[in-house]
């Protein structure tokens, strides 16, 4: 009988997933970069555990959306629109307005569109919370400060070596 090495697949099960939360900071981070950054950790891709149909995302915490960059002309271009399910009620909102009142609201719709779009990626989108200034009210859960401003690898690869 010949013995051979053969790797096995391990799907992680809900209960093998311990996660953790991650400070992220916005200042002066590009708009789509970061949400696709943030997405990926969500979704827990940046795992070696990582299975398609078991949430083994982690905790994101966003402070300072408001000093998010947005690139280009899409401040004045890009408008954010919506139904409000009463005649008529088919509203546009310029990405400059949401700037200025809810820049949250701005990232958060960001990462949720780079999300899976089932029952599960609405679990992941939950793990998200997002904070106008540099004051978040996650201090008990001790998040790890992560700087994406040279890419996610880059700051995960930080993270190991501290």
Same mark, same amino acid.
């Given at each position: 009988?010949? !013995?051979?090495? $053969?790797? &096995?697949?391990?799907?992680? *099960?809900?209960?093998?997933?311990?996660?953790?939360?991650? %400070?992220?900071?916005?200042?002066?981070?590009? +708009?789509?970069?970061?949400?696709?950054?943030?997405?990926?950790? +969500?979704?827990? #891709?940046? *795992?070696? $555990? =990582?299975?398609?149909h078991i949430d083994t995302?982690?905790?994101?915490?966003? $402070?300072?959306?408001?000093?998010?960059?947005? !690139?280009?002309? &899409? +401040?004045?271009? @890009?408008?954010?629109? =919506?139904?409000?399910?009463?005649?008529?009620?088919?509203?546009?909102?310029?990405?400059?307005?949401?700037? @200025?009142?809810?820049?949250?609201?701005?990232? @958060?719709?960001?990462?949720?569109?780079? +999300?899976?779009? !089932?029952? %599960?990626?609405?679990?992941?989108? #939950?793990?998200? *919370?997002?904070?106008?200034?540099?004051?978040?009210?996650?201090?008990?859960? &001790?998040?790890? !400060?992560?700087?994406?401003?040279?890419?996610?690898?880059?700051?995960?690869?930080?993270?190991?070596?501290?």
């Amino acid at each position: 009988m010949v !013995t051979t090495l $053969i790797e &096995k697949t391990t799907l992680a *099960k809900p209960e093998q997933v311990n996660s953790r939360w991650f %400070l992220v900071d916005a200042s002066d981070l590009v +708009l789509g970069r970061m949400a696709s950054d943030i997405a990926t950790i +969500l979704m827990g #891709k940046h *795992k070696p $555990i =990582y299975t398609p149909h078991i949430d083994t995302g982690d905790f994101v915490v966003v $402070i300072n959306a408001e000093k998010i960059r947005i !690139t280009g002309r &899409k +401040l004045q271009q @890009e408008a954010h629109d =919506y139904y409000t399910y009463y005649p008529g009620g088919h509203k546009y909102v310029s990405w400059a307005q949401l700037l @200025e009142k809810h820049p949250e609201r701005l990232v @958060e719709l960001a990462v949720r569109r780079m +999300l899976p779009k !089932t029952r %599960l990626g609405r679990a992941m989108y #939950k793990k998200l *919370k997002v904070y106008r200034g540099s004051e978040h009210k996650h201090q008990a859960q &001790k998040p790890v !400060t992560l700087d994406l401003s040279e890419g996610l690898s880059k700051g995960l690869q930080k993270l190991a070596e501290e």
